[in-house]
């Protein structure tokens, strides 16, 4: 159920820029999710995210995670990672 929390809070502040208070948070609630669900494996991390990413003409191939989902979450991970660097694994 926490994936689907997070999916729900991604939806509500998916309008949000990538640099503000309710974005940066929830980039770390998805960081640390990441961390757990992967047990800290980076490339199957990026394995799994390159699997489950459609191509702009395709369906989500995971329920909830559209392209226009996708995007932000990359972004907002992004903006996160350059203004936290020492927190990266």
Request: glycine share 2%; aromatic share 10%; hydrophobic share 35%.
């Amino acid at each position: 159920m926490e994936w689907a929390d997070i999916l729900k809070a991604i939806h509500t502040c998916k309008m949000e820029p990538p640099d503000s208070e309710a974005s940066r948070l929830l980039a770390i609630r998805i960081s640390d999710y990441a961390e757990r669900t992967f047990q800290g494996n980076a490339e199957l991390a990026e394995k799994y995210w390159d699997y489950i990413t459609p191509e702009d003409d395709q369906s989500a191939r995971v329920y909830g995670m559209t392209t226009d989902t996708m995007r932000y979450i990359e972004m907002i991970l992004d903006r996160w990672a350059v203004q936290n660097p020492d927190d990266q694994q």
